[in-house]
């Protein structure tokens, strides 16, 4: 397989508030989606230059602005100044190694989760992406590495005003971008969870491969990963349902609270598969020392059936010139019948002590 | 025994607040119980309409609608809609994989409880089913997905005014519901100990099956199962308990922490379960290990005993021209005594060791 | 030993407040005790009708109720009414499951203790026996199965004023029944403590019985037993020492710290024992695998030293025509001594391995 | 070793506020020493009569009394009642099991710490003393089984009014014995430590003693032992940090303060031995099963090699008239080569395998 | 390897508040660095006598004092009580076996934090260095046992004026050493990471060294080690930012929540490393068993398949004189043919067993 290791980069040193990308996809395109919406109507463009955003924050509509490409920290600082969000956040925009969080400033919310996904071509490792969130009082700004398909849904509902979206403020917006990144924490862990039981299901009829202490170690350390994700991410929603706020609306404020009620699921089937997994070693374990019991009592079946009865035949192959034995004509055919009784002793012996 | 599992429905990236039934019992016919009850005399319809159960919002009677079948999302809906009950709740109703809650809003507290049983035509599963509680000022309204039979003896109760159900709200008729889903709790678990204690006086007495391990991951796996729903469930009981609400009485109270003793001591009960299947485990483990000291033991002592012995023969069969032995009058006598000897040496030396 | 074990009766389905007997002492005669003290005078009774004991209501003594005989619940029910006791307390009174616990009413405090002792009987199995307290204004009840005669001495003190008993109330007397139970509980712990560490230091010095994990399979459980009581035990104490309640006085409060001092002690040392099992169980496991360590010592040097020279025996054995060696007249004592150097040369080998 | 398990006394039965001697050391003679000091002068006194102490109470000095010798159960009650000590306090004061505590009374500060030390004479067990304090407004008793000289540098102290005790309180005078008990803990952690660290060496640099589990279980037992007097005691100190009181002055406050941080210190490190001595734990096991591997590759290696080659030898051992290869001149040195080869073979085998 | 084990230092029955170095540096010289410091100028002092830096104290700008070399006591407590210190700070600052802690005075926090190296002259373990602050109004002391590297770039930032420590007080100067301290922390855990993975990898690659159990006990002692040093910090940083301060202003605050944000993240991924290190032990111990069972049934089919062999040769080479199967021309070669037949048989059992 080798050694892919993502190094990370190193910023020690770095004056704190350096706004400093620390990703891999340097090369990405910055790609910047706004809505600018209301009950009544809405505007969507597509732009390329991050000036070109600004003359939507005076506006009495609400205003998503989604940049896609965090390597462009320029563009990002710009905007950030432009709305007067505190350095230190827009650092941690572009530091793609944050953990789930919730930092509350005086005008706006920053909040941090992570896509959770299954990279398909490369072992179906669990992978995270960062997305990033500044709600204000009537826009909310997302950031992230790449084009992320996850929100064409909702990007759709603003389109055509389905649901209530276009009725309500940017705190609604920015559950329903939440609730969507949920919904995909309950399908991977819906995916891990199978993956488990079938595997569970296979060692329990039996079928177990050599190298399945890898198979569970891979497994444990996938739901570690998803855990590691879910379970801060419990914890930002908890902060906004608790500590009223005026971002916060008490409308949308029942909605967080599903959220969280998800969460919280989602929470309690990591913790079981998490047991799952260790229990799964103990019955490998179970079933190593299982096999090897059944190798030995081969061994030990065969050696102690055989190694007397050829003692018996080493015997009266002695060159000794004194064996009267060897003279008697029915001799053979006695030794043979004692070597027959001792081998159905044995026989009966073994089958008695459930061995056979 | 193949895999059935049970593949959720995906409801990523629906609209939230849609209404979407996610269980199997897609054909389950709509079935509606209505009890309208004061001190004095009391209504009980059964009807297949939701609209019919409207009439009974505006009596001044206790009104308790039983719905059965969570698939007529419409009906569902209509009634919701009727009481004005949140979309969410209404979305929660119909999506059985919720774990036991409790949420309050203004009129009305929304309660989600999961009934469970043994499933005896499934290898005797845990099998969960979920039953939600919306409990408003002078009603009470309770979703299933299947007729339930363990509600009879409660309508029973109504029907001939045996006990204070009459006489007192609908908190106490939700109460008395709750009571029943946590009896059968107290049952199930018991039903799970003496599984489990009958298995460990199985080990004990030593009888191990070639599967145990099998056996004691399955224990372990459905006491997990109980533990997820038990767990949760007396949360659900001490909110209602703690947070004093105007929807539950103080005379109900009383009643409510009763409950709540039954659910701390399933809890206890199911602590103590799992924690004798991990010792089962160890015990299992080092009963394979004994038995694999036993195999060892056969071997040892059969190789060490023949072997030499084997080897001596073989040295007298040699056919070397010059071996002196060979001509002795007695010599074979004498090598079958010091056979004979170093036979019963070794048998000495085994049973001075313990091992035979 | 056969499975003995006691099916508890299944309560599912009856009325809440339904006082039925759940033990199996059902033929126990009822058996009713008073007290009635003042600082200067005492009266003692001995009844078996309930009614007689109605009259101590109205005295300005304290008042001692003591009812053996859980199994008469109709008696228990009379009493129960007379002093205003509310239904589901009398539920839980004659229900032996309760767990301790502490339910705190207007006029009065319900507490259910458990005795525990030893069965020798059975095993030396830890037991337990449910100990009722309701404590009110100037009386306390108390309730349980059989004649206990671990109250004896609080009899005599009350009879002969030793003590401060007769110069307190109620409080005192529940603080001094209590502290015998608490006591008990120590001495148990101290028991099952000296049972593990014979048994530690039976391991230690190698005398490790077949069925070691057995025993450390039961103790597990005593110990398990013993903590599902003393546990819940020590937070009813503590319920009572926090929530300052008219009930219990001033006084009276110092000494019921002074039990939960008693069982925070008892509480602390069942956890020391409990770890001290988990570890002989490490310690017995690892004894296992010496064992099979030292059994297959011995075969391997037994099979590594008489294979190869059997297999030299077996060369000189063959029939071959051309065989120049055998015709040497001293080959016969040179393969000899080659067996013997390799010999030796194995022994020296595995005195060097230390494997001898 | 032999059993000398240290028989607890049974206090069962006993009237609360009883006071009983429950150790060992019944033959100590009374041995009382008083300091009444000021700033400017002290006076020391050796006394063997309880009363002459009482003379003390009335100066304006700060007085402490240090009792040796709690067999005097008398002695103790009378000083006890001068200072006008809670009879439950005097009773804790002679019962040597109690855990480290603090109970605040309205006039005084009951505290029990635990002395540890290193019992040389006995296996080199983690052995405890008691050591009670009651600290008043401007005295101290402090009361203890035997003599110890861990107080001898603090007796110093006062009489060479080196530092600043003579300056302060008896709240002064309690930290700076307190002080004095602490570093020892500290020591004897360190002690403990580098036992595991030796230990630890030894394992890595594979020096397993037969009896390394023995070693381990022992280990683990002191750290337990030490860890059960440490914990409390943390908790006693935080208390007395946490809970402001007039007994306790504000100077004298940032000293508890840095005795707590001293503790907190003490316990991680208990945490991490511990930790420590499972892993331990895990490693020999390890350990032994490498072992065991090791012994059956050389069995395996032996018994592959040499019983084909005997097979071969004994075809050509049997004695059938018509075997033409026997005839053949130079078919046994053919044979020999084909053994020569397999023996090669196997070799080189075994070599790929990586077992030689 | 030998014991180089580093002997504390025993402190024990010191006056307390006695200030002396515990450390090993001894011979270190006493290095004073001081950084007096406006937005719009900055003096810059390099001092070996501690007097010299008593002028800064009455200047009006930031005064930064960072002395290096813990063994110069005495130095340190001039400087210490020119600034007011407590002495028991004092004692902590020159004891360098203290947790990271934080104390709050009246008019200065002591703060006390660990460097984290990996010493690659001594096996890479993880080593420390205590650090100590002592942070006033207008002035921040530094004290550790040598020239440290780390603060380098903090000097060059008050020297040049980049970034906004020119323009902020002393709470911001510490918070940019504190924050270059925990940056070492991050770099620290990920090349503990890296090495756990790549053994990981190895592991899981099936190249598993025999030493691979000390490996890894050795990589939970340096996970452990960094543990015990970080979790203490966050508590640190923890205290800093809730309990509000006069000495650190709003403005610094949110800086320090960002620090902890860091803090928190370092404790999960070394809580994370922790598991997995558990986890490679289990992996490993499987793996020892699955090699024990190839081992095993390599000597199984090789003795099944030849001892049986053997016997049958064995037969024919006994010296009856009467056994008509010698006599048969074909006799030979028909053995011959059923010990092929026997071999084969044998060889397509264990195929289908799948131990070939």
């Known amino acids: ?36 919406y209301k009950a009544d109507n809405y505007i969507e463009e597509n732009l390329s230059n991050i000036e070109d955003t600004f003359k939507f924050k005076s506006t009495d509509a609400i205003t998503w602005i989604n940049v896609n490409g965090l390597n462009h920290v320029d563009a990002i600082e710009k905007l950030g100044n432009h709305y007067d969000i505190h350095p230190l956040v827009l650092e941690d925009i572009v530091n793609i190694s944050q953990r789930p969080k919730i930092d509350e400033y005086e005008n706006y919310l920053y909040v941090v989760l992570k896509m959770l996904y299954i990279d398909t071509s490369n072992n179906d490792a669990v992978v995270s992406e960062q997305i990033n969130f500044v709600l204000g009082d009537n826009y909310l700004l997302s950031f992230h590495e790449s084009d992320l398909d996850i929100f064409d849904m909702v990007k759709d509902r603003i389109r055509t005003s389905k649901g209530r979206v276009r009725d309500m403020g940017a705190d609604y917006l920015l559950y329903i971008l939440m609730d969507t990144i949920v919904d995909h924490y309950v399908n991977l862990v819906d995916v891990l969870g199978d993956t488990i039981e079938d595997f569970e299901s296979d060692i329990l009829a039996g079928n177990i491969a050599n190298d399945a202490s890898k198979t569970i170690l891979n497994l444990k350390r996938e739901v570690l990963r998803a855990r590691r994700i879910v379970f801060p991410s419990r914890e930002v929603i908890n ?47 179970s079933s190593i020392s299982n096999k090897m019991n059944e190798v030995m009592k081969v061994l030990t079946i065969m050696a102690s059936i055989f190694i007397p009865l050829t003692f018996i035949a080493g015997v009266y192959g002695m060159n000794f010139e004194y064996m009267p034995e060897l003279k008697y004509h029915n001799a053979y055919y006695i030794v043979l019948g004692i070597m027959a009784v001792i081998l159905i002793g044995m026989i009966l012996y073994f089958k008695r002590k459930k061995w056979l």
């Open 1 to 36: 397989m080798g050694k892919k290791k993502h190094k990370r980069k190193n910023k020690t040193g770095l004056i704190p508030g350096s706004i400093v990308y620390t990703g891999q996809k340097e090369s990405q395109q910055l790609f910047i989606e706004v809505f600018d």
């Open 239 to 285: 902060r906004i349902e608790k500590n009223e706020n005026n971002l916060i609306g008490k409308n949308a404020l029942t909605f967080y609270r599903d959220i969280y009620d998800h969460l919280v699921q989602v929470c309690e089937d990591i913790d079981v598969y998490r047991e799952m997994v260790s229990s799964l070693m103990d019955m490998y374990m």
